[in-house]
């Protein structure tokens, strides 16, 4: 079982960082597949924290191979940072390889970034201004820089001449910005060359060889299908497809080489950002959530905006992603609600219903959710760690989301910690060996 890969099924901020790092113990190698640092990891270590915007949370574990794929857009300054952190607290960097063939945000793409937002105005998508959107702009329009060019100063400083051309118009206010002289940009990112170096590599043949060997390889994603540019909320989505099928393409894998696919969602939803969130709760109930689950953003602390789950968008992720298992996080949030409502249907401005996610646009805006009401439970869950451990009302709510999701609950975050977590008989024999498997039902 070689292929794993573990993606964001809700709009993000899921806790994919903790899982991928509890699963990467199991596993081999842990690669990035697409999306930057607009990705915010948090993972608790006992009393240390640590948060990862680009290096896969696999780094934490001595020996373990961590790729960052060519599906992943580098900003390189951020990186470097960001290993120098962790050099500086003694982690072992040295297994980390960067795909030569991945993009590389620069300084325009962050100026174009806010620049875009804000001719937007109202309108806005409320991106994290890193410049994602611009970067995998230019990589579409063939115009990109990549990972390998900062190891060629001639191709380098043609490249960026080439790329910035095009974007004389827009880029003019800006004209007297020191990062764009080509002089000082080209210099800048030749430093980040000497500094990556020794990282930089063909992963996909890495990958090959990785998987030829059968090592367990743990895919993992940014982001979450709802953000998704093909299938998400568009426009208010993201600009690289964080679906499970983009593990292939963001590292040079087949279809083939997956085995498994395991979507990470919240006990309850989040959004960042602006875009339709039709469970969205706005009163107090909406602020509580928001207070018990610390739903302030990683990456730009943005207060996140905060609803009951939402079955159908989690239905539609379950189909695009094609699921092989549930995690549910912060179950202990919930505790203490005398009842817990789920999104189970929407209801469209004329009347209608909808049990499945809605494809247009126009449609979806004018939503809201028609929702289920539960039992909840009132007993603490951070010292939980089997499912018989778990109150009526928390094994009752796991059974209605994976009859709904058609996927089974492997794996349940019951608190902050690392060990703060139930797995079910049959996430354990998935991911680490043998076993009776069962259902959360069970
Ligand atoms: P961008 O990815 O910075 O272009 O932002 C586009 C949209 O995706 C915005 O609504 C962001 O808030 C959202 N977004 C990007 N990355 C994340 C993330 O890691 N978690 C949650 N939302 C994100």
Known sequence: ????????????????????????????????????????HTIVRGEEEW?????????????????????????????????????????????????????????????????????????QIGTTRRGIGPCYADKAARLGIRVQDLLDEKILKKKIVAAMEPKRLSLRPFEKDPTLDLHTMTEEYLTYGHRLEQHIADTARLM???????KKVIFEGAQGAMLDIDHGTYPFVTSSNPLSGAAC?????????????????????????????????????????RRRGGEFGTTTG??????????????????????TALVLTKLDVLSGLDRIQVCTSYRGAEGAEFEDFPYHQTVLHHTTAQLTELRGWSEDLGECRTLSD???????????????????????????????VVWTDAGRASMIGPG?????AA
């Open 51 to 123: 948060k990862l915007h680009l290096i896969p949370s696999g780094i934490l574990y001595p020996g373990k191979r961590c790729v960052i794929g060519n599906g992943v857009v580098i900003d390189p300054k951020v990186l470097i940072e960001e290993l120098d952190a962790l050099r500086a607290r003694r982690v072992d960097v040295s297994g980390l390889r960067i795909s030569a063939n991945a993009h590389l945000i620069m300084p325009y793409h962050l100026l174009l970034d806010s620049a875009g937002e804000a001719k937007l105005g109202s309108l």
């Open 1 to 40: 079982m070689p292929g794993i890969v573990i993606v964001g099924a809700q709009w993000g901020d899921e806790g994919k960082g903790k899982i991928t790092d509890l699963l990467a113990e199991h596993g081999d190698a842990v690669v990035r597949f697409q999306g930057g640092n607009n990705a915010g």
């Open 390 to 420: 778990l109150p009526d009302g928390a094994r009752e709510y796991l059974q209605f989301i994976e009859e709904h999701i058609g996927a089974p609950v492997t794996l349940i975050g019951v608190g902050p910690g690392r060990d703060q």
């Open 249 to 289: 393409v963001g590292t040079g894998v087949g279809p083939k080489d997956i085995d498994e696919v395991w979507g990470i969602s919240k006990a309850y939803t989040t959004r960042v950002g602006a875009g339709p969130f039709p469970s969205e709760l706005h009163e107090e109930m909406g602020e509580t959530i």
């Open 302 to 323: 943005r207060p996140r905006r905060t609803g009951w789950l939402d079955l159908v968008a989690l239905r539609y992720a379950a189909r695009l992603n094609t699921l």
């Open 208 to 214: 090959w060889e990785l998987l030829d060997e059968d």
């Open 436 to 440: 009776a498997g069962a259902s959360a």
